[in-house]
C-alpha cells in the first residue's frame, strides 16, 4: 500500500513577497488620496469656525454698537470687558476655538478688509501660500 504525503502548507517566500509588493501598491494609490482630504477637510473645519465667529461678531455688535477692538480680540465673546457696560453675552457657547492647526485666530479691527479681520493663516502659519498652507478668511 502506497502512503501519500500531503505537501505542507503555508506559503511560500515569493507568494508572501509578491502580497506585499501589492499592498505597497494600493497604499502608495491610496495614502496621498486620504492625505490630501485630511487637509481639505482642516480647510473646511476652518470656515466654518470662521463662519460661526462672524455670526457672533455681527451680534456683539449689535447689542454694544460696535464690534470688539483688536485688544479686546475674540475674547470679548466670552467674557464682558470691563468698559462695556451693554454687553449681554456670552456670544460663544464654548471658549473661543483655536483654529484646526492649534493657533489662535487672527483678529483686527478695524480691519483692512472690512469693519474686522478674522483670519487663520493656515496650515504653514505664514501669510500666503496656496492649498493647506492658504491663508482661510472672513471676506473671501
Known amino acids: 500500500m502506497k502512503t501519500f504525503r500531503r505537501p505542507e502548507q503555508g506559503f511560500t517566500l515569493l507568494e508572501l513577497l509578491v502580497v506585499l509588493v501589492v499592498l505597497g501598491l494600493l497604499a502608495g494609490i491610496v495614502a496621498p488620496k486620504y492625505f490630501n482630504q485630511l487637509g481639505k477637510s482642516e480647510t ?4 466654518a469656525q470662521i463662519e460661526g465667529l462672524v455670526k ?3 451680534i456683539y455688535r449689535l447689542e454694544v454698537g460696535r464690534y470688539p477692538s483688536t485688544e479686546q480680540g475674540l475674547a470679548a465673546l466670552v467674557a464682558a470687558p470691563s468698559d462695556e457696560p451693554r454687553w449681554g453675552g456670552p456670544y460663544l457657547q464654548k471658549d ?3 483654529d484646526p492647526w492649534g ?3 487672527v ?4 480691519g483692512e478688509n472690512g469693519d474686522f479681520d478674522l483670519l487663520t493663516l493656515g496650515k504653514d502659519g505664514q501669510p500666503g501660500g496656496d492649498g493647506d498652507n492658504a491663508e482661510v478668511t472672513s471676506w473671501q
Open 107 to 110: 483678529y483686527r479691527s478695524p
Open 96 to 98: 473661543v476655538p483655536q
Open 56 to 58: 457672533a461678531l455681527d
Open 103 to 105: 493657533r489662535a485666530y
Open 44 to 47: 473646511k473645519v476652518a470656515r
